[in-house]
Structures are given as structure tokens and as C-alpha cells.
């Protein structure tokens, strides 16, 4: 595949022009034929799904199987494909089989929301990014946020949403980190396996990408990631092991890289060891959209179903293939049974998509709860926040267009933004490669909370403008922005543009300085010395303003924490510079080209984030699982029953306000394990008013307990003494005990 593929050519220009053309097929599209079902005994819901799929493929000829492994083409992702007429104008499109009673799969991009919304004039919701909504460390809000994207999809005419990316911040400076949920494969796997779930729990079936180890975007597609196979089990397979395990998704989408020496949609040991055998997914592997490069090694290494489907490997090929018997028929049939089971157990066949229109203001308030546990407090010196609201003061808001909206990510998760873009509006969808701001105004929402005062805004283009108003000013709120996206890497971890320059500027005037980040991840902060305040809002999606401005004025007690670690800077990183960047040219559109292949030597294994600060001996700027409150918490009595491996302790509410802790638990294992660093293995929310204690109960993940023993293939308690360790961050653990396992 030449790397310009994967590439989705989506231009206001070219939707709105191929709108014509597809709407010539509208008359049709959505009335796929109805069949007599009484006639299919398959649809007997008593039936399971494996039972009625193969009822269905023992009706199916071979170009009927042929037709379901294999998409439909780029369709509206690029200017000038053709579109079927049935499509429903998503990412993906497969046809089904009529005569069968087997709908259409229509695929929509919807990592943090629907994409391409725009396109027919739709409207869906932006949450906050996954990476932001993994800060919550809330099960269920990401139950909640993966059925507010079910429900919006089915409303959309969508039965298949694409998001579910779980890849680890194992590189930090990543464009995609947004739309996973960080660097620990426990807390990554039970996000974005819950997210899944409740997308599947809107009866639309489900996935989890890219998999594996697309863990950063520079050179995606000619990479070669190359990792031993213990630490490859213990960090990037594990995330995937765990949302797997949670989500029972109906599809796993390969990745563009290679994996030692193998694309990793012809990869036997991922595809067909791993994924199929030992993760025991039942569901089928869609190729990420132009990631298939061949058709027997693809069909017998694992491959389900090449998408977007027009490079010609699952179609006449595949058939040839099997005609010839270089494939076996019974791996056709294995690829077909995957998907119709699937589609049986989500129960898009017995209840199917109604379009209807998507509710705004029910997801609006759903994103900003979802917000309001995703913001992160990092520094609040003397006490800054909460603000009081006075009518004496006078509030400054620098930069970011904080005056009109929130950032947005970029790529295939971005959402177009109702009203267009805040910050530059024009007609259509969003463009690749810009900024999108939703209007969600923090000025507005803001100057609300303190009716009295005095708030303006500047944008900060002019750094001595705005310090000249922040010293006129009692508070300067500083907004910067790290624009991310699909396909480009940041590369460094500081922020772009200048933006370092003018919060020292602004701090230098004003003393009561307080920082709003809206990064994709982390980001460097030379600055932090000289500011009383920063919060980290990310991506905060159509509510994000409001959650914020109830944050800043303690409406909401922040109680997100960090699921990624922040370096102070690239030095300290595995990699100092992302490997492969120098090689990477651009197309006048700022798309990647012309990488030349690379082997990328993950040298520091399953030493991913927290775990490598650790084992070298490093202090980052914030630890993984730091987040500050308006209140304050004390742990104490950490007990642990050796043979349920469950911990035991007390929390306490030492502060003033209602507040929410998360509790973390981490263990170290014996010295057998020969590992220089402590693994998460539990967590909890614990909600408090002040002065309140309560009780914590948790069990020890057995998979933070485990190591993988490659020689058995599989994972492996080992005896000895294991240090178990609770507190309030990854950095900061008051409590201390000893778990005794012995054979
Ligand atoms: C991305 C996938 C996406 C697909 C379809 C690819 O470029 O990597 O995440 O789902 O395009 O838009």
C-alpha cells in the first residue's frame, strides 16, 4: 500500500460534490429489500448467534461469501469514489445479502463521536477525548459515553461504529493519543473495553483498534515495530487482552505497522496466536482502511475482511484463491461466520437501526457530566481555585479562542462541529488538518459564574498586549492549545506556537496566573513555576466550557486523574525524538509521504509511562495517577488477604468540600519477577462529604498480579512476597503491605 492510501481525501469540496452522484441511488438507498423472514429459520431468536450464522452461510454461494469480506471502496472518504447507493455515507460500507435477510454493514468513524456529520446535514455529539474521559477512571462513564455514541449511530442509520482504540501512550508525543485512554493496559483495557460495551449495549456492534502497537503515527504504514514477545503480552497485547475480554467486540481493526516483520494484517502470531487462539475473540478482524497488502498470506494469517475493500485482495483474488485451494474453504467460512454471528449477538439483524433525529441536548449534558470527571487540577498554589465570583475582579481570558469555543481532535475522530467551525467559520464539514473549535464558550460560561466582574478576552497573538491586560487584571486565565490529529505526530512535547513564551509573559505581569491546557496528551510546562494555577481540560467535547467554568468555580470538586504520565521533557523520554520523524516529507496538504521504511526497537518494553520513570529513576513533571482537589484526603489500615488477593483500607474526607478520591493500588512484584517498577492492580472512585471515612474493598487485577511466561504461553502467578502499595497517585503511596503467594 503507498502510504498516500490511508490518507482520506475528505474536502468540503469533494463530499458536497458527490452528494449529486450519491443521492442518484437515494430513491433506493435505505429500502434495502425486505425478505420474507418466515421463510428463514435463522431468525428464531432461541437460536445463539453461532447457531444462526451457520445457518445462514450453509444458504450462501461462494460470491455471496466472497461479497461479505470485502468492502465497497473509499466512497466518501475520497474525491471521486464511487458510493453505493445503499451506503449511509460513512467510513465503511458492506453490502449484505438480500435474498438472506442479511442487512448492509454501514461503518462510521466514532471515537470520541459520529463523524461526518455535516455531510447529510446530521448532528452528533462531541465528548470529551477518550483520553480525557479515561482521567475519570470511571467505569461507568465510559459505559456512559460509548451508549451515547450507540444511540447516536443508531439514530444515524449506522449499525457499526468504529472508535474503540486502545493503544497505549506507550509514545507521548503520539497524534492519535486522544482517542485512546492512556498508558497502563489495565486502566486503558477496562476504559475503552466499557466504552465499547455500552456502545454494544445500544445494539450496534462494536470494535477495538488499531491493533497493535500503532503507537504513534510517523511512518504508520512502513514501521516495523520489533518488542519480544513477554513484553509485547505485558504492556500494548495486554490493553487489548483486557477491552477485549470486557467488550466481547464484534470487530478487532488491524493497523497499518508491521510487527516484527509482519503487517500486522497478515500476522499470524498477533492475528491468529493471539487474538483468536489466546484472547478466544469471536468476532471478525476488519484491515485499518487500506492496511491489507496481500490475499492468501492475509486470509490464512487472520484477516477477516478487507476494508475499505477497493485494493483488490478479498475480492476476485480471494475467490481465486479459494478456487484454486490455496485458501481453504472452510477459512472462507470461518471469515463469514465471524461476521454474521456478530451481527446476530449485537442484534443489528433483530433490531435494526430506526433513524430518528439524535437528541443534542441530552448528549450535550451526558458529554458535559462526562467533562466534569475528565478535568484534571494540577497545580492550585495558595489556593487560587476556586475562584470566589466578585463583583470587584476582573478576569482576563488569553488565547486559544477561548472567547467562542473548545478544541476538538483531529484525523478520523473528528466531529464536525455544529454552526461549523467557532474559531473560523465557513459552509461544509471540517477539513483535515485544522483546528476545529466547538462552540462551547469559556468566556460566556465564565462571565456567567461572576456576573459582577469585569471578564474580557484577548487572544494572545500580541504576548505584550496581553500581559499589559493581565496586569490590568486581578486573574489571568491562560488557554493554550496542542492541536492533534491522525497521521502527525507532535514533534516535541512542547506546546506549539509560541505558546510557552506567553504564559511566562503573562505570569511575569500577573501573579495570579492560572493555566487551561487543552492538549491531545501530555505536554511539556517550563512555565510552571511561575503560574498559581493549571488545569488540564483536553479535548472536553459540546459541554466542555460549562464544565470547566463549574469547575473553576467549585460547583464541581475536580476528581480526574492523569492516566498518562507528563514528562518534563522529551529528554526523559524513552525515545528522546519520535523515531523515523526525520524521515517523513509532506504533502502540500500536510499529509505524510514518502516515509522510507524503519525498524522502531521498543528497547524499553513493557516499560511503558509510570513504569519507565521508575525504573530509571526519574522525576516526571506530573506522575501518572496525580490530580488535585479542592478538599483533601487521608489513607490509612492497609490489610491484604493472601488468599482472595483483595486489599483492604480506609479513606477519609481531611477537607472542607464533598469530594470524590480515586484510591489507587499498586503492587510490586517479588524479585523473581525481575521488574524495577510498581503496576496499577486496582482503583476505586470513593465519594465523600467532609470529614467522612469509608471503608475500601478492592481485588487485586489478576493480570497486574501475573507475568507471561512465553515458554507455556501463558500467564503465570509466581511465588513470593508481592508489595502492595495504595495512595492517592502512582508517585505517592502512604500505604504499605505484603501479599504472601506461595505454591
Ligand atoms: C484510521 C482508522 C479509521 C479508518 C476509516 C484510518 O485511516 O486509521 O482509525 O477508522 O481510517 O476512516
Not at 467562542?404 to 471540517?430: R, W
Not at 487543552?518 to 494555577?533: F, L
Request: with cysteine; net charge negative.
Amino acid at each position: 500500500m503507498s502510504s498516500s492510501k490511508s490518507f482520506h481525501d475528505v474536502a468540503t469540496s469533494s463530499i458536497f460534490a458527490v452528494i449529486a452522484l450519491a443521492s442518484l441511488g437515494c430513491a433506493s438507498a435505505h429500502a434495502q429489500t425486505k425478505p420474507d423472514t418466515s421463510k428463514m429459520p435463522w431468525m428464531n431468536k432461541a437460536l445463539s448467534p453461532d447457531e444462526r450464522a451457520d445457518m445462514v452461510l450453509g444458504q450462501m454461494t461462494l460470491d455471496e461469501k466472497i461479497q461479505m469480506v470485502h468492502g465497497t471502496g473509499w466512497g466518501v472518504l475520497r474525491a471521486g469514489a464511487p458510493i453505493p447507493a445503499r451506503s449511509n455515507f460513512g467510513a465503511g460500507f458492506m453490502a449484505g445479502i438480500d435474498r438472506l435477510g442479511i442487512p448492509d454493514i454501514n461503518l462510521a468513524d466514532s471515537a470520541v463521536g459520529i463523524r461526518m456529520a455535516a455531510y447529510q446535514g446530521r448532528y452528533a455529539t462531541l465528548l470529551p477525548s477518550t483520553l480525557g474521559a479515561a482521567s475519570s477512571w470511571n467505569p461507568d462513564s465510559a459505559f456512559l459515553y460509548g451508549s451515547v455514541i450507540g444511540r447516536e449511530l443508531r439514530a444515524l442509520g449506522f449499525n457499526m461504529s468504529i472508535g474503540g482504540g486502545v493503544d497505549i501512550t506507550r509514545e507521548p508525543r503520539n497524534g492519535r493519543n486522544f482517542e485512546y485512554t492512556g498508558e497502563d493496559p489495565i486502566l486503558a483495557g477496562t476504559m475503552t473495553g466499557q466504552l465499547e460495551k455500552g456502545v454494544f449495549s445500544q445494539h450496534v456492534m462494536n470494535d477495538i483498534k488499531h491493533y497493535a502497537f500503532n503507537d504513534q503515527e510517523t511512518g504508520r504504514s512502513v514501521v516495523n515495530v520489533l518488542l519480544d514477545k513477554k513484553a509485547m503480552r505485558e504492556s500494548d497485547l495486554l490493553a487489548f487482552e483486557v477491552s477485549i475480554g470486557i467488550a466481547d467486540p464484534s470487530g478487532v481493526m488491524c493497523s497499518y505497522n508491521l510487527v516484527e516483520g509482519s503487517y500486522a494484517c497478515e500476522n499470524d502470531y498477533l492475528l491468529n496466536q493471539v487474538l483468536k487462539k489466546d484472547f478466544k475473540f469471536k468476532g471478525w478482524v476488519l484491515s485499518d482502511w487500506g492496511a491489507t497488502h496481500s490475499t492468501v498470506k492475509s486470509a490464512l494469517n487472520g484477516l477477516d475482511q478487507e476494508m475499505p475493500g477497493d485494493d483488490n485482495y478479498f475480492n476476485a483474488p480471494l475467490k481465486k484463491a479459494i478456487e484454486d485451494r490455496q485458501v481453504p474453504t472452510a477459512r472462507l467460512d470461518d471469515m463469514v461466520h465471524r461476521i454474521l454471528r456478530s451481527m446476530f449477538a449485537a442484534g443489528v439483524i433483530d433490531d435494526p437501526p430506526v433513524r430518528t433525529v439524535v437528541d443534542p441536548f441530552r448528549g450535550r449534558d451526558e458529554a458535559q457530566q462526562i467533562a466534569e470527571e475528565s478535568i484534571v487540577l494540577l497545580k492550585n498554589s495558595a489556593a487560587i481555585l476556586p475562584l470566589k465570583p466578585s463583583a470587584s475582579a476582573s478576569i482576563v481570558l488569553i488565547g486559544s479562542h477561548a472567547d467562542v469555543g473548545v478544541l476538538s481532535g483531529g484525523g478520523s475522530a473528528q466531529v464536525d462541529s455544529p454552526g461549523g467551525n467557532a474559531a473560523n467559520p465557513k459552509p461544509g464539514g471540517s477539513h483535515w488538518g485544522e483546528a476545529i473549535y466547538f462552540p462551547s464558550s469559556p468566556l460566556k460560561y465564565i462571565q456567567a459564574k461572576s456576573p459582577q466582574a469585569s471578564v474580557k478576552y484577548i487572544d494572545g497573538t500580541d504576548t505584550a498586549a496581553a500581559a499589559k491586560l493581565a496586569k490590568a487584571s486581578t486573574t489571568a486565565i491562560v488557554f493554550v492549545n496542542q492541536p492533534m490529529r491522525e497521521d502527525l505526530d507532535a514533534a516535541t512535547l512542547s506546546l506549539p506556537n509560541n505558546q510557552d513564551a506567553l504564559v511566562e509573559a503573562v505570569a511575569a505581569a500577573n501573579p495570579n496566573t492560572i493555566v487551561v491546557l487543552e492538549t491531545g496528551g501530555p505536554v511539556s510546562m517550563p512555565w510552571i513555576q511561575h503560574v498559581k494555577g493549571a488545569v488540564e481540560m483536553w479535548y472536553p467535547g459540546i459541554g466542555g466550557a460549562q464544565a470547566l467554568a463549574n469547575i473553576l468555580f467549585g460547583e464541581v470538586n475536580p476528581s480526574a486523574k492523569l492516566p498518562v504520565t507528563f514528562a518534563k521533557d522529551d529528554t526523559q523520554l524513552p525515545h528522546p525524538t519520535i523515531p523515523g520523524l526525520e524521515g517523513v516529507t509532506f504533502t502540500p496538504s500536510g499529509r505524510q509521504h514518502k516515509v522510507k521504511p524503519f525498524d522502531l526497537n521498543y528497547t524499553e518494553g513493557a516499560k511503558v509511562g509510570y513504569k519507565w520513570f521508575e525504573a530509571t529513576n526519574q522525576q516526571p513533571l506530573f506522575p501518572f495517577g496525580f490530580g488535585l482537589s479542592y478538599t483533601t484526603y487521608a489513607y490509612s489500615g492497609l490489610t491484604v488477604d493472601d488468599a482472595s488477593h483483595t486489599v483492604h483500607f480506609t479513606v477519609r474526607n481531611t477537607g472542607q468540600c464533598e469530594g470524590t478520591e480515586i484510591a489507587e493500588v499498586y503492587v510490586a512484584l517479588p524479585s523473581a519477577a525481575k521488574e524495577s517498577y510498581k503496576r496499577l492492580a486496582a482503583w476505586q472512585r470513593v465519594k465523600l462529604a467532609p470529614g467522612q471515612s469509608k471503608d475500601v474493598t478492592l481485588t487485586l487485577h489478576p493480570l497486574s498480579l501475573t507475568v507471561f511466561n512465553t515458554d507455556q504461553n501463558g500467564w503465570q502467578l509466581l511465588p513470593g512476597d508481592y508489595n502492595v502499595m495504595a495512595g492517592p497517585s502512582s508517585s505517592d503511596t502512604p500505604l504499605k503491605a505484603t501479599l504472601r503467594i506461595h505454591p
